[in-house]
């Protein structure tokens, strides 16, 4: 089956959502994190699920890349809803990642998929836990990739990184400014065992900002992760086959989060990748596809 493109409806909004693989293999459904869009997806390790036999299914998030962009405003100032994060305290946001979440289950109705093997990034990582909690027959394993349970108690970002997620200074929104964010950001969280190409990056920025650009729907997001607090409670709850893949050199976030994860999760694995940061390098690709393919087929054996 080639990439197949189209627009669903879920939970009240609009996604846009690429298919490929067999249409009759296991579904996978592949969750992006935070301001990404679904073309962060290597074309390689797509290719590698659908070689496989999977049918891969890969969306934008709301507020994102072609999905329904949510308009509501973002009161209050970052920053003060940070800090109140970090007390326990839930800032307002438009949603919550249990939205999300809705979205996600939406989706599979439309797409009649009864369970799916979910992989999520970061945020999407986030997603999956909460998907695994409250809808455990809908997984039918977790992969969780550079992610976290959420607690305010877990270490912040390194400083520079926090600075380069506010914007590094780099004012206005054409697109040579939203080029300069995105390159600051890339060298900073980047995987420094695997240092990407800057030419190959900045294409790729360029293209996603031609393809949608919602600096808005990135503060909601944002938002949304904050509002919907500590993770633990849920992590606790997750019983299907789970895998976390976290690097070593993570500076967005930090491989203590990672152990606690694996401290939560019932029978979850926890698989280092070193020199790893908070992307997904093509030198890694086989590598987590190897893994998460391994775990896939364990959780689907008879008995």
């Known amino acids: 089956m080639t990439p197949e493109t189209r627009y669903i409806e879920s939970n009240g909004l609009t996604f846009c959502v690429e298919e490929r693989g067999d249409p009759e293999g296991p579904p996978l459904l592949l969750i992006m994190g935070l301001g990404a869009q679904m073309t962060l997806w290597p074309e390689a390790m797509l290719e590698r699920y659908a070689r496989a036999g999977f049918r891969v299914i890969r969306y934008d998030n709301r507020d994102i890349g072609l999905s329904s962009e949510i308009e509501a405003p973002v009161d209050g100032h970052p920053v003060m809803a940070m800090a109140r994060f970090r007390m326990g305290l839930k800032p307002d946001a438009p949603y919550t990642l249990h939205d999300h979440v809705r979205d996600a289950v939406g989706l599979m109705d439309a797409l009649g998929i009864q369970s799916a093997h979910v992989k999520g990034v970061s945020m999407g990582g986030m997603i999956g836990q909460l998907m695994a909690a409250t809808h455990p027959r809908r997984v039918r394993s977790l992969s969780l990739v550079m992610t976290s349970n959420n607690s305010p108690r877990m270490p912040m970002p390194k400083p520079e990184v926090i600075w380069w997620l506010q914007g590094g200074g780099v004012k206005g929104h054409d697109e040579e400014a939203a080029v300069a964010r995105g390159l600051g950001l890339w060298k900073r969280i980047q995987s420094p065992a695997y240092p990407r190409d800057l030419v190959e990056t900045e294409r790729h920025i360029r293209a996603d900002y031609h393809r949608s650009y919602r600096p808005k729907g ?86």
Do not use: C, F, K
């Open 218 to 303: 990135i503060l909601r997001q944002m938002r949304a992760i904050l509002a919907t607090g500590d993770l633990s409670g849920y992590s606790r709850r997750i019983h299907a086959p789970t895998l976390i893949l976290h690097g070593t050199a993570d500076p967005l976030i930090r491989p203590q989060a990672a152990r606690r994860l694996h401290r939560l999760i019932p029978g979850a694995r926890l698989a280092w990748i070193r020199g790893m940061g908070h992307d997904l390098p093509d030198e890694l690709v086989n590598r987590i596809v190897d893994q998460t393919i391994a775990l896939a087929r364990r959780a689907d054996e008879p008995g």
